[in-house]
C-alpha cells in the first residue's frame, strides 16, 4: 500500500519570501509519478506541478520547483518570491504507473502575509 | 476545452429529498472519478469509471449511485442522504491506465449539505 505523509498542518510565508513544503511518501514500486495540487478557497483542485519517479531532474514551473530525493522518498514543494495568491491548502499525492487512484496527503495550509 | 463543469455548485437537499450531481468534460478523457471531501481534508475516492464502466467502487453506501452515460458525462444520484454526507463532491478525469500519469484535471465541486 501506499501513503503519503504531509507532516506540516499549517505553513505561513511572508509576501515576497520563500517557503517549502514537505512531504514524504512510502511505496514498494519502482515507477512512479508525484504531484503537487493546489487547492484555493474556490475549491478547485489545481496541478502546480508533476515529477516522474525515473527522472533525477527536479521539475520545475516557473516559481514551484520541487526537490526530489526517491532513495529518502522525499518530495518537497518549493515556492519562490511568494504571492498573494499563492494561500491555498497544498496536496501531496502519488499516483502509481498503471494505477487510476490518487494517494493524497493530509495537506498543508498555506498562508502569505503581506 | 480543457475544463471538467459540475453542476450545481450549491446543494441543500432534506434527508428524504432524491438529487443528482452532474459532470461533464470534452477533453477525450476516458476516465472519470467521483471524490468526497471534508474541510480541512484530503478528497476521498469513491468511484472511477473506464470506458463508461464502473472500475472501482470504495465501498460507498448504495445512497449514492453513480452513472456514466457516455464518455462526456458523469452523474451521482443522491437519494435519502443523512448529515454526515454533507460535504464537497469532486469530479475529476484522466485518461485512464498508463498515461493517467499526466495528473487529473478537477472540477470545482458541488458544495452538498443535507439538512
Known amino acids: 500500500a501506499q501513503t503519503v505523509t504531509q507532516s506540516q498542518p499549517e505553513m505561513s510565508v511572508q509576501e515576497a519570501e520563500t517557503v517549502t513544503l514537505s512531504c514524504t511518501y512510502d511505496t514498494s514500486e519502482s515507477d512512479y509519478y508525484l504531484f503537487w495540487y493546489k487547492q484555493p478557497p474556490s475549491r478547485q483542485m489545481i496541478l502546480v506541478i508533476r515529477?516522474?519517479?525515473?527522472?533525477?531532474q527536479n521539475a520545475t514551473e516557473n516559481r514551484f520547483s520541487v526537490n526530489f530525493q526517491k532513495a529518502a522518498k522525499s518530495f518537497s514543494l518549493k515556492i519562490s518570491d511568494s504571492q498573494l495568491g499563492d494561500a491555498a491548502m497544498y496536496f501531496c499525492?502519488?499516483?502509481?504507473?498503471?494505477?487510476?487512484?490518487?494517494?493524497f496527503g493530509t495537506g498543508t495550509s498555506l498562508t502569505v502575509i503581506p | 476545452d480543457t475544463e471538467v463543469t459540475q453542476t450545481p455548485k450549491h446543494l441543500v437537499m432534506g434527508m428524504t429529498n432524491k438529487k443528482s450531481l452532474k459532470c461533464e468534460q470534452h477533453?477525450?478523457?476516458?476516465?472519470m472519478y467521483w471524490y468526497k471531501q471534508k474541510a480541512k481534508k484530503p478528497p476521498e475516492l469513491m468511484f472511477v469509471?473506464?470506458?463508461?464502466?464502473?472500475?472501482i467502487n470504495e465501498s460507498v453506501p448504495s445512497r449514492f449511485s453513480p452513472e456514466c452515460p457516455n464518455s462526456s458525462l458523469l452523474n451521482l444520484h443522491l437519494h435519502a442522504l443523512q448529515p454526515e454526507d454533507s460535504a464537497l463532491y469532486l469530479c475529476a478525469s484522466s485518461h485512464p491506465g498508463r498515461i493517467t500519469n499526466y495528473g487529473y484535471t478537477f472540477g470545482s465541486g458541488t458544495r452538498l449539505t443535507v439538512v
Open positions: 477533453m477525450g478523457h476516458r476516465a
Open positions: 515529477q516522474e519517479a525515473y527522472k533525477q
Open positions: 469509471y473506464s470506458y463508461e464502466k464502473l472500475s
Open positions: 499525492a502519488f499516483l502509481t504507473n498503471t494505477g487510476n487512484q490518487f494517494y
